[in-house]
């Protein structure tokens, strides 16, 4: 009993000293290690399946590959090896967890039928989904620690992968070369009885939702290659998995000219009143959208925005609008494959378009009302029709000007 006790205070103590932030222990003996494990048992908690081309007949056995390198860069933004483990144990470095709030990433806030609400549907799949993992681990927290077993608490965060259930070390990571599945383990003193104690259960959702977004790149990356070829239902994969990633989003309220009010009426507050005019003002917005030279309809609400130098064959980007009509506004979403930069710098460039195709609807909606009413607003012709001193021509300073199209000059004679 004194040596079970010694071993689960000799384990706690060489996690606490790799997670020190000041002077972290780097060296530990192979016989150290194992001492500190042999109180632990490991329990596997999340897999994910990794789709790989076959590679293993081009390279040696040791080479890296793409794949793998990001994988292992994904495991390393939560895990370390823990040295003298022969790179097969690891351990978590990151900052305590206190909620699933510090797990689950921002993001727009998404309708039911959203096209951009995550699905099961993409070819790299996470099975154990975070979500699972901390279901009802709030409500039943109380009732859980009447049923821990006493040694149970606080035990280290080590952890150990396998690749198609044979232990891997980081190497083996690194050199994936075909399909596999992958595995992750997390230590515990005793088998959980009804669910992991919930440091290890934050934690494991952290780097399930890790391993999700890396997944979903994943898919995103061979979507890529099919360009112009994309279908309907590719787009949906798509746009499912985009929202996995981390990407850059940008969010637009809409507003659009209403001929009633001879106003612009914000598009997220329709009443009985304009219900109807709203309607006719995202109509007409997506037909803009729709009729647009960069952009390529993926579903009834949303499109995919393309430069006009970009490659339509293996598409450089992700970058999707989608006009929101039950909250008023459009989202700009941008997946990158050069990163967080690259994605902000195309969101800006997106941004302008966005823009000029508001600007455009408003101008089509109030000279539709000029038509129908032979009342032009001012937001469409200046009232100040007179000229500045020393100039003949007008001042046009209407915020939805349109461009002059065909100009004469009629005298009158008084």
């Known amino acids: ?90 351990f978590y470095f990151g900052a305590e967890i206190a909620s699933l709030d510090e797990v689950t990433t921002n993001r727009v806030l998404m309708d039911d039928d959203d096209d951009f609400t995550a699905s099961d549907v993409q070819s790299l799949t996470i099975e154990n989904d975070a979500a699972d993992i901390m279901q009802s681990l709030d409500d039943e927290e109380e009732a859980h620690i009447d049923h821990l077993h006493p040694d149970s608490c606080n035990p280290p965060m080590f952890f150990r992968f396998t690749l198609d259930q044979k232990l891997a070390n980081l190497n083996d990571v690194l050199a994936l070369k075909k399909s596999a599945t992958l595995a992750a383990q997390v230590s515990l003193f005793h088998a959980p009885q009804r669910k992991l104690p919930k440091p290890h259960a934050l934690v494991v959702a952290k780097l399930q939702n890790a391993l999700n977004s890396f997944a979903s790149e994943q898919t995103l990356e061979k979507f890529r290659f099919l360009g112009r070829s994309l279908t309907e239902e590719d787009f949906k994969v798509v746009m499912q998995n ?25 598009a997220d507050n329709p009443t009985g009143s304009n219900q109807n005019d ?80 508001c600007k455009r609807t408003n101008q089509l909606l109030l000279l539709d009302s000029l038509y129908m009413t032979k009342n032009a607003s001012n937001l469409l012709i200046c009232e100040d029709d007179e000229p500045a001193e020393g100039n003949k021509e007008t001042n046009v300073t209407a915020t939805y000007a349109c461009p002059v199209q065909h100009k004469t000059a009629m005298p009158l004679h008084r």
């Open 278 to 357: 709203l309607d006719h003002g995202f109509s007409v917005l997506v037909e803009e959208l729709d009729r647009a030279g960069f952009t390529i309809r993926a579903s009834h609400e949303s499109f995919l925005v393309l430069d006009e130098s970009a490659s339509r064959d293996v598409l450089p980007y992700w970058c999707f609008v989608q006009v929101r009509k039950p909250r008023g506004n459009i989202i700009i979403r941008v997946y990158h494959p050069l990163g967080d930069k690259a994605a902000e710098e195309q969101a800006k460039t997106t941004l302008q378009f966005v823009n000029n195709i």
């Open 1 to 90: 009993e004194i040596e079970s006790v010694h071993t689960k205070h000799f384990s706690r103590a060489c996690y606490e000293a790799l997670r020190d932030t000041h002077v972290p222990i780097t060296l530990l003996q192979e016989g150290e290690v194992e001492y500190a494990l042999s109180s632990c048992m490991f329990t596997e908690v999340l897999q994910a399946f990794v789709s790989v081309d076959d590679l293993s007949a081009h390279l040696s056995s040791n080479a890296q590959t793409m794949t793998g390198s990001k994988l292992g860069a994904v495991i390393g933004t939560l895990l370390r090896i823990v040295p003298g483990s022969n790179d097969r144990i690891f």
């Open 242 to 266: 985009i929202s996995k990633t981390k990407h850059h989003f940008l969010k637009i309220p809409l507003e659009f000219f209403i001929s009633r009010s001879n106003s612009l009426v914000p």
